[in-house]
Every structure is written in C-alpha cells, then in structure tokens.
C-alpha cells in the first residue's frame, strides 16, 4: 500500500488493507487516522507487527513532502503496545509536539507529527507500562511557500535573539555615554597654554627721583585665561604685589605698586605677571636713577612726578 502526501493514493497487492473501518481480522483493531496534512481524512488499518512511513515508496504509507525522510518512522505493536521510534530523520518525528530521541510507548490520546501530516493510533488501550521520551528540542519544519503556516522558533534561537538584543541595547546605551562624553568635553573652555604679556606705564626707563622719594609703578597685563597677580622686583627681589578681586583673573589687569628707594644709584626694576593657570610672564625692566636727597630739588621734582598721576 502506497500513499501520496500529495492527496493522491496508490495501491499494491495489500489493497485490502486500507479501510475507512476495523480490518478482517477479528482480533486486531489498530488503525492509523490522519488528522491533518495532505491525507488527512483517512484511516489507515494496522495489521502487522510494524508499520512505516516515510517518503521512499516501499514505506506503508508514503508522504511525498521534503521535509520527510525517505525512511522517517516506524510503529511496531506488541500486544497492546504500541511502539513509535524515529529512524534518523533529518527533521524529526514529534509526539504532542515533541521531539522524541528514543523508542516511545504510545498513548491513545497521542498525536504524532511528521512533516505536515499529523495522525494517532486507534482501537487500543492504555498500555501498563508508558515509556514516555524526554523532550529535547524542537525540530526545525521545512514548509513549502504556499502552506500558510507560522514557522516554529526553538528555544536556542529564543535565547539566540534575545542575546542579540540586549547586546544592541548595551551598544546603544554605550553610544549614547560616549555622546554624551564628547559633548561635554566639547563645550569646556579650551585652556591655552599661554603667558602673560605685560607692559610698564609709569615711570619711564631711565627716569630720575631721588632718595627716599616714593616711587609710584604701573603696569598693565593682558592673558587669556586672565591674569591673577603682578609682582615688582627691584635688583632680582620682590619688594611688592598687587592681586586681582577676580579670583578666576582678569584681562587686562592694571596693578599699582609702589617702592621707596633706599639709596642713591641706579636701579633695575621688573615686573613679573601670573595668569589662573600659575603661567609666569617673561620680566619686564626698566630702569630708574637714584640721585642723593636734595630737599628743594627733591620737592619740585616730586610735584612735577604727582601731577603725571
């Protein structure tokens, strides 16, 4: 007896064995009814001790789908035991839609699935002994394009995709840190790595006053990152500083100093600027003559120096 998945039935010699009811032999019941698939509707008698299927056409009943193998399964019956064991298929054989990796004892509530086509074995009852197969996985079903049917997701693919989008999601989340990141580095003011530029006002180089006349220094600094203090030094030594209000500096900066000078000479003044960043300027000198104290002169002359101020 041959059948088609296709829908189409051929038959052999055993014609006789393919029935719609119980078979000739009174002490046998089993038959085989498909409930889905190409041939579904029929029912098919089990007589012999096995039963196979697959899409070779020496199985008994013959299901022309790819997804068959050629020698799929076998249903072996012992007594009232009935036996279901897969023959190395590609696509596996299930039962209640599992897999089975093993030789399994039927029930008679018990579908089984090969390809498309989903039939039981009937007329028996439940044996004593079950020999239930564990469940593995899923097999992977391969359909044709015009069968409307929603493909099946294994486990392992489930667990395959959701590795994927967690791994989308972390790269995502790193992206948007990173943009972050870069944002705020971007938006930072730019620190260049400068120094103070400064210039003397008051007095000019090679101006004369006289001992212990005090004398009044002006400069003014100019940086980027704002200048914080100004130093005067007179022959390599601090001898006075002004600082800015402003504790990120300021620019221009305009310090006034002012130094007395001890004794007659001639003197070399410097003037060194600082900007936030600690960056020291390069000196600035002038130079200042220091004649004695003469007290008329010294009057007139400090006059004349005020009045510039």
């Known amino acids: 007896m041959c059948v088609r998945g296709n829908g189409q039935t051929s ?30 509707g029929k029912t098919f008698s089990f007589t012999a001790e ?12 013959v299901i022309d789908e790819v997804q068959v193998s050629r020698h799929h399964a076998t249903l072996r019956r012992d007594g009232n035991e009935v036996t279901l064991e897969d023959l190395g298929s590609t696509n596996g054989t299930l039962v209640n839609g599992e897999i089975i990796t093993e030789p399994h004892i039927l029930q008679p509530t018990e579908k089984i699935t090969i390809g498309t086509s989903v039939f039981k074995v009937a ?13 593995v996985k899923k097999a992977w079903r391969t359909y044709h394009s015009s ?25 995502l989340v790193i992206g948007l840190i990173g943009s972050g990141i870069f944002l705020f580095i ?29 004398i009044i220094v002006q400069a003014t600094a100019t940086d980027e990152q704002g200048v914080t203090r100004m130093e005067l030094h007179v022959g390599g030594e601090k001898v006075n500083d002004v600082f800015s209000v402003v504790e990120t500096g300021e620019s221009p900066f305009t310090g006034i100093m002012t130094w007395d000078p001890p004794a007659d000479g001639t003197y070399t003044l410097e003037i060194y600027s600082f900007n936030v960043l600690g960056k020291q300027s390069d000196p600035v000198t002038i130079h200042i003559n220091i004649l004695p104290e003469d007290s008329e002169s010294s009057f007139i002359f400090d006059l004349e120096q005020q009045s510039k101020f």
């Open 50 to 61: 096995h039963f196979t299927v697959g899409r070779a056409e020496d199985n008994d009943i």
């Open 186 to 214: 971007l938006n930072q003011p730019i620190l260049v790595d400068s120094k103070p530029f400064v210039v003397i006002s008051s007095p000019l180089d090679n101006s004369q006053f006289y001992v212990n006349q005090r």
């Open 11 to 40: 038959f052999n010699h055993d014609l006789n064995n393919m029935t719609d009811s119980p078979t000739h032999n009174p002490s046998s019941h089993l038959h085989i009814v498909v409930h889905e698939g190409a041939l579904a």
């Open 147 to 171: 069968e409307n049917v929603a493909p099946q997701i294994t486990p392992g693919r489930e667990s395959w995709l959701l590795w994927g989008g967690l791994t989308v999601l972390l790269v």
């Open 123 to 135: 007329g028996f009852s439940a044996p004593v002994t079950v020999g239930m197969s564990v469940p």
